[in-house]
Structures are given as C-alpha cells and as structure tokens.
C-alpha cells in the first residue's frame, strides 16, 4: 500500500492525511482569471489527520479528534462528497469520519489535504473508475493545495495549483513543526494574497524547469535556502506571532533554515538530523507550553 493507506474493519478504507509544508513558494503575478501563478516545492510530514470511508453507509462527514471544535464554515470534505456523487453517481461512496489532528487553517493544507485523502479512498473503493476518472482534473475544482495532496509526495507544483510535477530524488528532511496557537482571520489566505504587490502576467507561460536531482538532505537545505516563500512578509503582518514562532526556530541548535510554511501560521525548522530536531522539539515544548511542536520527518 502507498503512505498513509491502510484498510481498518471490512468495509472502511483509512487514509492518511499528511500536513503539507511549502519548503519553497514564489508568487510569479496574477493572472487573468484573478488567480496567482505560483511554483512551489511541496513536501508532506508524517503527522496528518485520519481520514475513514465508511461503504454502504449514508453520505455524510462527523469530525472529531483535538482539532475537531475548530472546523467552522466551509467543509471541504462534505462538499467532496457532495460534488463527487453528482458528477459521477455509479461511484461506490459512503460516509466519512475525519480525526482531526493538525490544527486548523494553520498553513498545512489540513482541509485540502483531508478531501484529497478522501478522493484516494473512494479511487481505492472503485478500482473500475480508478483510470477512467480524472482524479487531478476534480482535485484542483475543489482547491488550489487538493491536486499535491492528492499526489502525496514531494513535487513541484504550479499554475494555481492544479500542475503538478512528483519528484523522486528529494531526500528525507528532519524538521520541527510550530504552531502559536493563535486565532487567526478566517480569511487569511485572501488577506496574504492581497497585500502581495503581484504584477499581470502573459495569459500563457512556460513550464518551470524541476529541481536538480537532489539526494543529500544539506543540498535539499540550501536548496530551499536559495528560494523563499513569498508570502512570508504578509503573513506576517496578517499574523504577527510568525514572527515570533520563526526566531524560536532558527534559535534552536542545529536549526538550519526557520520559514512560515504557506500562508502561516504555522512554521518549520530544517535540521540535518533527527536527533537534533527531537532536541529542538522539547526545548521549544517546555519554552513555549501553548503551542503545538511536532517532531517530523519531511518526504
């Protein structure tokens, strides 16, 4: 089975979740159609929620988990189903338990991440559609971060969202997740992207080149040293503790490289080891008590 696949009692199928993290994010402008062109390196953590598709059951989504209370307004996964069960009805589908383990919109893709583990679930559910039906194409009408997701893997992705290019050389990279724990505006993401000073772009562009083959984890750091995320500054002025949660990062021993991930809150820290990145986990935990640190591996 492929990472995060498993099959639980007779009659569900349990995928994983991953948080997505944005080792690197370049704006290139806006297009036409009022969307961004963006190209990123996308890479997941082996922390996510838990997604369950229950066959034979009525369509329909429950949440729990530490994360649950704080979904509010669009559920990403309850209109997967719905989307999905008009556009293709001879789809076997069912209902659906999400445990909610990342916090919420956090700048880890939880939301997209948890309809793209859906779609792979109902593709695992109907091997007859699993070809025939175009998973990437429905991925990227529900959202700009659901095709990577889909994908599950470290690639490149672009054009709003919907290009995706997975890559097979990236190494795996020890890293530290933070969290401040903070409310933020439930309109983050369009308050990030407005503040960007973005120009128009060509209607039509060339594809970006992949990154070189990379297998050592220091060529993966500088690598993503040399590149940015450029959303990082008006993060931060739409969610000043970035700041806060970044300085605690790069201050950790063996921090190689702190960064926003997304559209933040939350933050990495790049370590050229597990063990230095544990270290750097439980000193940031007794530091700062409210916060959620995690201890990952990034592939």
């Excluded at 948080?19 to 290139?28: D, E, F, G, Q, R």
């Excluded at 076997?92 to 445990?99: K, R």
């Excluded at 194409?137 to 290019?165: H, I, T, Y």
Aim: glycine letters at 8%.
């Amino acid at each position: 089975m492929a990472e995060g696949e498993r099959v639980d009692k007779p009659g569900n199928i349990v995928e994983r979740a991953r948080a997505k993290i944005n080792l690197t994010l370049s704006v290139v402008g806006r297009r036409a159609d009022g969307y961004h062109e963006l190209r990123s390196l996308v890479v997941f953590a082996d922390v996510g929620d838990t997604v369950t598709l229950q066959l034979g059951s009525s369509p329909n989504v429950s949440v729990a988990g530490p994360f649950g209370a704080d979904i509010t307004g669009r559920n990403l996964v309850a209109e997967t189903l719905a989307k999905l069960g008009q556009r293709e009805p001879r789809l076997q589908l069912g209902s659906v338990e999400i445990e909610k383990n990342l916090p919420v919109a956090a700048g880890l893709g939880g939301g997209s991440a948890d309809a793209a583990a859906l779609l792979r679930a109902i593709r695992r559910a109907n091997p007859e559609n699993a070809d025939t039906f175009d998973w990437i194409g429905f991925a990227a009408e529900l959202g700009s971060d659901v095709p990577v997701c889909f994908v599950n893997r470290p690639s490149l992705m672009w054009g709003r969202g919907e290009k995706v290019l997975p890559l097979t050389s990236l190494p795996s990279l020890a890293a530290v997740l933070a969290n401040p724990g903070v409310p933020v505006p439930a309109d983050k993401t369009t308050q990030v992207f407005r503040r960007l000073s973005a120009p128009p772009i060509p209607e039509t562009l060339p594809d970006p080149e992949p990154p070189p083959s990379i297998t050592r984890a220091e060529d993966a750091i500088a690598y993503a040293r040399a590149h940015t995320n450029d959303l990082a500054e008006p993060a931060r002025d739409v969610i000043p503790a970035c700041r806060e949660v970044e300085a605690a990062l790069a201050s950790c021993d063996g921090c190689q490289l702190a960064r926003i991930s997304g559209a933040g809150p939350t933050c990495f820290g790049l370590f050229l080891s597990t063990e230095a990145a544990q270290a750097a986990a439980q000193q940031l935990s007794r530091s700062h008590p409210n916060w959620w640190v995690r201890s990952v591996t990034l592939g």
